[in-house]
């Protein structure tokens, strides 16, 4: 088995990650100055925790990892809460920004996320799954990724929906209350007589076993009416 590595033979363990992150663009920039032209990287990066926080920011640097690491401190500088109902947005919103036309609209469940570039990005790390969206303005990421936030931050709470909701979840929790109880309880049975089919065959027997009764001739029947003029003497 191979050993840990590490001091004194310990494993380093890291500490999960609050938010996720994802690279929108990294670019080249470059200023003049006295002596020449100097040469840096810019870098946008989008960071959510997929349960209704998302943040994005810019980072400068002569490297690309100081770039991005800048970006991440400031993106959780600036985290918004995107307010929604159930896996959608509460309405419609339509923004305008620079040059960048956005446009994003409530989806039923199931539809999934209609977007792209960087508006996709944003969207996925914000925890939406369902929402329909356009972008109708310019192309470029650093315009559209600003005036995504921009649009979730224009989104308010429906509190007549959130009550409804809640609502449903208390008669869907009933509901099943129910029939776990019903479940549990044993039912009595009902005893339910079966109907009974005659057997011919057992009728002939009962037949048999009934004793039969002598038929009374003519002679029985002086016998009995001597017998009666006797008596009545």
């Not at 470059?30 to 040469?39: A, D, E, M, Q």
């Not at 994003?104 to 999934?112: R, S």
């Not at 960087?118 to 990724?145: A, C, H, Q, Y």
Request: with cysteine; proline share 6%; glycine share 8%.
């Amino acid at each position: 088995m191979p050993k840990p590595q590490g001091r004194k033979g310990r494993a380093h363990m890291r500490e999960p990650k609050e938010y996720e992150e994802e690279v929108i663009q990294i670019d080249r920039v470059t200023r003049v100055v006295k002596g020449g032209r100097r040469l840096r990287f810019r870098a946008t990066v989008v960071i959510g925790n997929k349960k209704g926080k998302v943040g994005v920011g810019i980072g400068k640097s002569t490297e690309v990892t100081g770039a991005i690491q800048k970006a991440i401190s400031k993106a959780k500088k600036t985290l918004i809460t995107v307010p929604m109902v159930g896996q959608t947005i509460p309405h419609k919103v339509k923004l305008k920004y620079k040059s960048a036309h956005l446009l994003l609209m409530p989806a039923c469940p199931g539809t999934g996320i209609i977007a792209g570039g960087p508006l996709r990005k944003i969207i996925e790390l914000s925890g939406i799954e369902d929402i329909l969206s356009k972008s109708l303005g310019n192309n470029n990421k650093l315009t559209n990724s600003q005036a995504a936030i921009m649009a979730l931050q224009k989104l308010q709470e429906m509190p007549w929906i959130t009550k409804k909701q809640e609502a449903a979840k208390k008669e869907q929790e009933a509901k099943a209350q129910k029939t776990k109880e019903k479940a549990g309880k044993p039912q009595a049975k009902k005893a339910v007589k079966e109907p009974t089919k005659a057997d011919p065959q057992a009728k002939k027997s009962e037949k048999k076993a009934e004793p039969k009764t002598p038929k009374k001739g003519p002679a029985s029947a002086k016998q009995e009416k001597t017998e009666k003029k006797e008596t009545s003497k």
